[in-house]
């Protein structure tokens, strides 16, 4: 027996009322950046090949742009900021700015000439490596890896997808060959 229209339409409003949002978008792998917080080890060799073994430095990107790759990883020392240009960079952990971070290959750089400006798109990596939310890592080391391209009129990495800190690690102290296994 049909329902009155009156009660079909109440009915139908009742059950949208209570139907609840679903969302069925799918991320493509490239656009799910991946960030690590759990401790895991990664064994570090050496430099010069843009691996998470043996990754670029900053002097390796500032020298030359590695031709035809996609995604390297590139290991130094998050030292500022750069809000909108080269020419606005923060050397401090006052910063507000979470787009990008400056690297350089030596933790007290305060000079734009020895950094590169790594781009900062997604929020999950914003969160894991912006130095607003990681003032007290300021002057760490880490590892970032993002697609060597030329960002704020320098030399550096775009869409950064993964980053690692290296806990108590120092670049300068320990010669490439010598790395081996860092505990992240």
Do not use: H
Not at 24 to 43: A, G
Not at 139 to 150: A, E, F, Q, W
Not at 158 to 182: H, T
């Amino acid at each position: 027996m049909p329902l009155p229209k009156r009660n079909s339409l109440a009915l139908l409003c009742l059950m949208l009322a209570c139907c609840q949002k679903i969302d069925l978008t799918v991320t493509p792998e490239e656009d799910n950046p991946t960030t690590s917080n759990s401790v895991q080890t990664v064994n570090i060799v050496g430099t010069g090949e843009g691996t998470m073994e043996r990754p670029y430095t900053v002097t390796d990107i500032r020298s030359a742009l590695p031709a035809g790759q996609d995604s390297v990883w590139v290991i130094g020392y998050m030292v500022g900021t750069a809000p909108r240009s080269m020419n606005n960079a923060v050397f401090n952990s006052d910063a507000t700015n979470q787009s990008n971070i400056l690297l350089s290959n030596d933790s007290l750089c305060a000079d734009t000439a020895y950094c590169i400006p790594v781009e900062l798109t997604y929020n999950s990596i914003k969160a894991t490596l912006s130095l607003p939310t990681n003032t007290a890592r300021f002057r760490k080391c880490v590892l970032v890896k993002g697609i060597p391209s030329v960002y704020l009129q320098r030399k550096g990495l775009r869409k950064c997808s993964a980053g690692l800190w290296l806990v108590d690690f120092d670049l300068s102290s320990i010669e490439p060959q010598d790395w081996g296994s860092i505990l992240l």
